[in-house]
């Protein structure tokens, strides 16, 4: 009998972004096809025994061509087993998602999506960064930097959206920011690079367009970045609360909402419903 492929989205990077139903799939899978962002952390969710294959790279950083991989799903579903492909972030967002569901598709194995946090929400929101807020941004695009050298892209469109989040950008962020100042959008308008967002080892640069147009982004080394582009992006420097241990390996992550709650304001049992306006006396 045939089994099934479940395309499950592992979140950004933290291992506790993962869906409960991701995980709840993975504990569960008898095959496990990763790809090269996802946390090991997170493969330590699925039981002792289970096949994990890394369909990230292979040798000398070559990656691994898109129709082997979906070739490795069908066979394994035809082997009969319960097969989890866990994907960086959203398989549907720049996942190649759609790719691999339309060629289990094609060789008729059953398949569902778990989607995921994507990158270009969480990457914002762990710097202090809302994609969209009132008086400041009411649209949001998400973009991938990656082709913006090979294809022509309609940078008078994009300069026209309040927040623009590139992924895949760190080769072609100079690209991208020359060419919305030439589309019009002013040279302060600030930018933030967030550099493996949501670990440990996360960075955030904040930087302006025309800062970007003349360097670029500097000391990422492979690293997985992205670039978040607007008005909004000043606000991380009210917002910011998840603070990286950068180089010193070992420490926590400060969570600056990990402070007790301030005195006298009980927070109600977890079981015990209260009404709004019981709750903001
Ligand atoms: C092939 S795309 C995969 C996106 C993924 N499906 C998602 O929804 O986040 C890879 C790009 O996502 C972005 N990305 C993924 N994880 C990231 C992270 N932890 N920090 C910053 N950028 C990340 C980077 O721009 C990277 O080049």
Redesign the pocket.
């Known amino acids: 009998m045939t089994g099934v492929v479940h395309l499950v989205g592992a979140g ?2 933290d291992p506790e972004l993962i869906t409960v139903r991701g995980a709840r799939l993975l504990a569960a899978a008898d095959a496990v096809v990763h790809d090269r ?1 996802v946390s090991p952390e997170l493969l330590a969710f699925a039981r002792p025994g289970t096949l994990r294959i890394d369909a990230g790279k292979i040798g000398y950083g070559r990656s691994v061509p898109q129709a082997m991989t979906s070739e490795l799903l069908v066979r394994l579903a035809r082997a009969g087993l319960t097969v989890v492909r866990l ?5 549907f ?3 190649r998602g759609g790719e691999e569901a339309l060629a289990l598709r094609a060789a008729g194995v059953p398949f569902t999506i778990v989607p ?1 946090v ?3 929400t969480a ?1 914002p929101a762990y710097a202090g960064i809302p994609v969209t807020h009132r008086g400041r941004s009411r649209s949001v695009a998400f973009v991938t930097g990656s082709s913006a050298r090979a294809d022509p892209v309609d940078f008078a469109a994009l300069a026209a959206i309040d927040t623009l989040v590139v ?4 080769r072609t962020a100079r690209d991208v920011a020359a060419g919305l100042l030439n589309a019009g959008r002013p040279t302060d308008t600030p930018v933030a690079v ?6 440990p080892s996360q960075e955030v640069r904040l930087t302006d367009l025309a800062a970007i147009a003349a360097s670029g982004v500097p000391g990422i080394d492979g690293r ?3 670039l978040v582009v607007g008005e909004v992006v000043a606000l991380a420097m009210e917002l910011a609360w998840f603070v990286g241990s950068g180089p010193a390996a070992g420490t926590e992550p400060r969570h600056a909402a990990a402070r007790p709650p301030r005195r006298g304001r009980r927070r109600p049992g977890r079981e015990t419903p209260v009404r709004l306006e019981e709750a903001v006396r």
């Open positions: 950004p990077g962002l994907k960086g972030g959203d398989p967002v720049f996942g995921g994507t990158s270009g990457g992924y895949m950008a760190g967030v550099v493996d967002a949501t670990l997985p970045a992205l």
